[in-house]
């Protein structure tokens, strides 16, 4: 809830100094697929941690990142982007590498139904992360920081009958964190990652996603000197292999030559 409600406060301010807050910015069928968007992130936030107490976070994490093979379903369905073998194939070889970095990571156990369950909920966070991504796409020419603004707004209604008001923060650190969360890994983070998602293809978008993995590893070695493990560092350069392949038009295997015969 405080992350969409600060959040909420950063992007009025940024719409309102950008003009998007203007009459005619949005139109009524586009504001209602921004909310059904919000909704869906909303919901994959739910869904996400409440499966990481019930299965490996690392097994959470891997089906988790099944989502770019969803937004690609989605926009194959509803776009009419083509899937190639090329493409699944770069998507494949990101997601190895994306096994490769959580496996090497530890996790708790879980067993029996609660298990079930966790794979579950990340399956369906995957599904409303990629149901969010795709109507950002969809509002291609809408403002991205309008679309992250009736995100939060959205976020902070639904989640607004669950909050706790009787804990708050006793401290100036407690609110500078929640501060920090709702303007730069909200306000901030949701304009740059909805922008790309309007300009990229869907494919691409997928590939990208990988990235997280990597960037939390880093910020793991950066921050707290944790060291790289072999598999992490593997799986690191499958991911960007597959980014730069999908990127650059590159091709995995060669298109067999016709005979001279033929």
Same mark, same amino acid.
């Given at each position: 809830?405080?992350?969409?409600?600060?959040?909420?406060?950063?992007?009025?301010?940024?719409?309102?100094?950008?003009?998007?807050?203007?009459?005619?910015?949005?139109?009524?069928?586009?504001?209602?697929?921004?909310?059904?968007?919000?909704? =869906?992130?909303?919901?994959? &936030? @739910?869904?996400?941690?409440?499966?990481?107490?019930?299965? *490996? #976070?690392?097994?959470? $994490?891997? +089906?988790?990142?099944?989502?770019?093979?969803?937004?690609?379903?989605?926009?194959?369905?509803?776009?009419?982007?083509?899937?190639?073998?090329?493409?699944?194939?770069?998507?494949?070889?990101?997601?190895?590498?994306?096994?490769?970095?959580?496996?090497?990571?530890?996790?708790?156990?879980?067993?029996?139904?609660?298990?079930?369950?966790?794979?579950?909920?990340?399956?369906?966070?995957?599904?409303?992360?990629?149901?969010? =991504?795709?109507?950002?796409? &969809? @509002?291609?020419?809408?403002?991205?920081?309008?679309?992250? *603004? #009736?995100?939060?707004? $959205?976020? +902070?209604?639904?989640?607004?009958?669950?909050?706790?008001?009787?804990?708050?923060?006793?401290?100036?650190?407690?609110?500078?964190?929640?501060?920090?969360?709702?303007?730069?890994?909200?306000?901030?983070?949701?304009?740059?990652?909805?922008?790309?998602?309007?300009?990229?293809?869907?494919?691409?978008?997928?590939?990208?996603?990988?990235?997280?993995?990597?960037?939390?590893?880093?910020?793991?070695?950066?921050?707290?000197?944790?060291?790289?493990?072999?598999?992490?560092?593997?799986?690191?350069?499958?991911?960007?292999?597959?980014?730069?392949?999908?990127?650059?038009?590159?091709?995995?295997?060669?298109?067999?030559?016709?005979?001279?015969?033929?």
């Amino acid at each position: 809830f405080w992350r969409c409600a600060f959040g909420v406060v950063a992007l009025l301010l940024i719409c309102g100094a950008l003009g998007y807050l203007s009459p005619g910015i949005i139109t009524i069928r586009q504001f209602v697929i921004a909310v059904l968007g919000g909704v =869906a992130i909303v919901s994959n &936030w @739910l869904l996400l941690f409440a499966a990481y107490p019930k299965s *490996l #976070i690392s097994i959470a $994490t891997t +089906v988790y990142n099944t989502q770019p093979f969803m937004l690609l379903g989605l926009g194959a369905l509803f776009l009419g982007e083509k899937i190639t073998v090329e493409k699944l194939a770069w998507l494949a070889l990101a997601f190895g590498g994306m096994v490769l970095i959580v496996q090497a990571k530890p996790g708790g156990a879980a067993t029996g139904g609660d298990y079930a369950m966790g794979i579950i909920l990340a399956l369906g966070a995957a599904f409303f992360y990629a149901l969010a =991504a795709f109507a950002a796409k &969809w @509002l291609k020419g809408v403002p991205p920081h309008l679309v992250a *603004l #009736i995100h939060v707004m $959205t976020g +902070v209604l639904m989640l607004a009958p669950f909050a706790d008001f009787g804990v708050l923060p006793q401290d100036a650190q407690g609110w500078s964190l929640l501060a920090t969360m709702g303007f730069v890994h909200t306000g901030l983070m949701y304009i740059l990652l909805y922008g790309a998602i309007q300009r990229l293809p869907t494919h691409l978008t997928g590939a990208l996603s990988f990235i997280y993995p990597v960037a939390s590893i880093l910020v793991d070695r950066l921050a707290f000197g944790h060291l790289l493990q072999p598999s992490q560092i593997a799986g690191m350069i499958l991911i960007f292999a597959a980014v730069a392949g999908m990127n650059f038009g590159l091709r995995l295997w060669r298109a067999a030559r016709p005979s001279a015969s033929s």
